[in-house]
């Protein structure tokens, strides 16, 4: 089992719709869970970030956790043209350790 | 107030040579991290710099290095390079808060590896 698991797509989603991300990982020690947008040819970008389970907003954007089911999602509302990208689901065990990386699910938002 | 910063931003080696890539924190940040990204895949964790030392490695071969000077700006070493080391290498920087730590993303480093 892959420690980050995402579904690499391409999902696609209309324009003005809710896009919906999801990722589950294998490690129950993980502690921070975090959302980057990788535009083609770009660098990370961080999205979003989440500690505890729940939800957490900002903009147009929420993520969600679940950490007894190990599950962590990211809902974009009002999706647009410019959204469309691989989004990046990254966790990590705690401060000092890297993050762990899935491998992306590339977002395509239809006009 | 400057992101993380790479240079170069784009690098063509041969096999066998080597190669220095470097990164410069966001201002505050005390912690550089590397990351390789093979086109189609997500980053994976070369190593992490706290306080000038290796504070923890991913799985990757002693043939990749590193360091980190007082101002908290680092260098990826590379030697013996391989064609599979052809990538995106991209360094993080973070800082505590509140116990937990943020990576930002500098612009990154291409590297082909002929």
């Known amino acids: 089992q892959k420690e980050v698991e995402q579904n690499s797509g391409p999902l696609s989603v209309p324009e003005g719709a809710i896009a919906s991300l999801n990722c589950t990982y294998s490690d129950r020690v993980s502690q921070s869970f975090f959302w980057y947008r990788q535009y083609s040819g770009k660098s990370p970008e961080l999205i979003m970030s989440?500690?505890?389970?729940g939800d957490k907003e900002d903009g147009r954007f929420t993520a969600q956790l679940n950490k007894a089911s190990q599950y962590v999602s990211l809902l974009i509302r009002d999706s647009q043209p410019s959204d469309s990208a691989t989004y990046l689901c990254a966790v990590n065990k705690g401060g000092a350790d890297g993050l762990t990386f899935g491998k992306g699910t590339h977002l395509i938002i239809q006009p | 107030d400057a992101g993380v910063t790479q240079s170069p931003t784009h690098l063509i080696k041969t096999r066998g040579q080597q190669v220095t890539l470097r990164c410069s924190p966001k201002s505050g940040h005390d912690t550089v991290s590397w990351y390789q990204q093979a086109l189609g895949q997500g980053p994976q964790f070369i190593f992490q710099y706290y306080e000038e030392e290796e504070r923890q490695r991913g799985n990757f071969p002693d043939r990749f290095s590193g360091h980190q000077f007082p101002n908290y700006s680092s260098e990826l070493n590379v030697n013996a390079l391989l064609l599979g080391d052809s990538a995106l290498y991209l360094c993080a920087s973070s800082r505590p808060t509140r116990g937990y730590r943020t990576q930002y993303f500098g612009p990154g480093t291409r590297l082909l590896v002929l």
């Open positions: 989440i500690y505890s389970n």
